[in-house]
């Protein structure tokens, strides 16, 4: 099992530009999560996925959007990139949500926006 | 919604003294709380968590204790070693209509010498 993949690792992007960060996962876990992690402000959620068809809101979605293309699948879409938002980013899944399971994280992007 | 409060932001020990940090949470419908511990260039990796309904855990040098009343909760290593040098982060849950997810601490750098 490869766990929690992510793609790419870096990615430079120029302000104004859009991209797509990748995530999997096979585990066959139902619940996915992206987080972005910036010095001193420890893991921030971005939007999550409590289950297949379903994305919700977390901590600081602005300028983001998401999806949920199956059940290993969870994308993150920057539209029109800034430079607030380079940091690194994070894909992670659980077992299921509404209960208290681990989650797993995949190994991160890092992403620059000049 | 839940807000994560981590102490201390660093910390130093000497190789085989214990390390404590502590984490504080606001919503008291949070019921599980996990810690994750990051090592460099790498996305977390659980390493104890611990349910509403138990007071403390352990995990041979790693412990967990968790007070709902005063609504805070700490991880306790002791005969630290080298390879416990990292950055390690509590959470706690957060729910909404849409499921459960984590709020994560900003995270404490422990940092072991021997």
């Known amino acids: 099992n490869a766990g929690v993949t992510q793609t790419p690792k870096f990615q430079v992007l120029k302000t104004g530009q859009s991209m797509t960060l990748q995530c999997a996962q096979d585990m066959n876990h139902n619940s996915m999560y992206w987080y972005r992690q910036d010095p001193g402000m420890g893991l921030r959620l971005i939007y999550y996925?409590?289950?297949?068809?379903?994305?919700d809101k977390g901590e600081v979605p602005n300028g983001y959007n998401v999806s949920r293309l199956n059940k290993r699948e969870f994308s993150l879409r920057l539209e029109s990139a800034a430079p607030s938002q380079t940091s690194v980013y994070f894909c992670?899944?659980?077992?299921?949500?509404?209960?208290?399971?681990?989650?797993?994280f995949g190994p991160g992007t890092r992403l620059t926006v000049l | 919604g839940e807000n994560v409060e981590q102490h201390p932001s660093t910390l130093s020990v000497q190789e085989g003294d214990s390390a404590v940090i502590k984490c504080t949470y606001s919503d008291s419908a949070s019921n599980y709380f996990p810690w994750y511990k990051q090592e460099l260039g790498k996305g977390p990796q659980l390493i104890i968590d611990i349910r509403s309904n138990v007071g403390e855990k352990k995990d041979q040098r790693i412990a967990v204790t968790l007070n709902k009343t005063a609504k805070h909760f700490s991880l306790h290593i002791t005969e630290t070693q080298p390879e416990d040098s990292a950055v390690y982060f509590c959470a706690a849950t957060l729910t909404n209509q849409a499921g459960t997810a984590l709020i994560f601490g900003k995270g404490t750098t422990l940092s072991v010498s021997s």
């Open positions: 996925s409590a289950s297949e068809g379903t994305t």
């Open positions: 992670a899944s659980s077992e299921r949500s509404g209960r208290t399971d681990t989650q797993y």
